[in-house]
């Protein structure tokens, strides 16, 4: 522990004196908490390379993964202070910082996948992102995390009623845990990393995530049913800290916005084919895969919405701008 916090402050040391121009370059430091070989590393790389182009050089990025700075919050608390430039974190964790991103975790929000993009690229969107800016955190672009759906172990989900009784590991968020109970289901928050071995001893009957980290996890091992309701889908959001952002010049911030818009498009593509290429895996390995009524599990977890209403009344006109979208 004591060697992983002397590596994180001294990589924090040299992000602060690397802010300055080297060679006549403007380097950005990013972090983020993912593999190199995740989707989303593969677009910030596109965001890079779009970012270099745009500026003839003049600008570029220096990108720290696998969470070498911290987790998502640590890095956001970096952006803050005006450490590091850029980071991407998943909608959910932002939401601690900018209540505004609750919203985009609610369950059934989005129709589907089109409906979701036209939403979150479109003014309501780019409002979410815009409400960082007083919390010194501007979001430049969302990226592609999927749609969270649910796997079991021992019995098939095609209805709500199927949850009844079955204990369903969900991160540690009151939405996620209201969701699961007014399924039926029994919400039990857990740690990741308990989880391939409390699936196959049978400590819960199954968990809900989207099929990358289904596959890379390996819980498709252990679980024989994947039930695609797609009951969330939280994006992850690109975003940069106010700080190093009033820095840039105005062309500066033209080719860092575009940039990013780019990487955002190319990163929607990366995930498409990482999605592909785990439902094949899980396929060959004998899952089943159930394509539900998606409308019966929306229709059983309206109380979640009616909650979240009742405790944010000022979300309402977000949620009713996206509904009728």
Sequence with gaps: MMNRIIGAILLIVV???????????KVMYLAHTLPQTHPVHKGILEFKKALNEKSGGKMDIKIFPDGQLGSEREVLELLQIGSVAVTKVSAATLSNFVPEYHVLGIPYLFRDKQHQFDVLEGEVGKSILAKGEKFWLRGLSYYDAGSRSFYTSNKAIRT???????????????????????????????????????????????AENNPPSFVSSNHYEVSKYYTLDQHSSVPDVLLI??????????????????????????QKQFWNESVEESMAIAKKAGV???????????????????????????MSDIINKIKNQ
């Design 288 to 314: 089943e895969i159930i394509i539900p009524e998606k409308s019966l599990f929306q229709e059983q977890s309206k109380s979640v919405l009616e909650t979240f209403i009742k405790e944010y009344p000022e």
């Design 160 to 206: 709500p009623d199927d949850l009844k009784g079955l204990k369903i590991r969900v991160m540690n968020n009151q939405m996620a845990i209201n969701m699961v109970n007014a399924l039926g289901g029994s919400a039990t928050p857990m740690s990741y990393g308990e989880l391939y071995t409390a699936i196959q001893q049978g400590v819960v009957d199954g």
């Design 15 to 25: 992000v602060v004196l690397g802010c300055k121009k080297k060679d006549n370059v």
């Design 241 to 266: 800290g106010t700080k190093y952002w009033n820095k840039l010049s105005e062309q500066e911030k033209v080719w860092v916005q575009e940039a990013a818009d780019e990487s955002a498009q190319a």
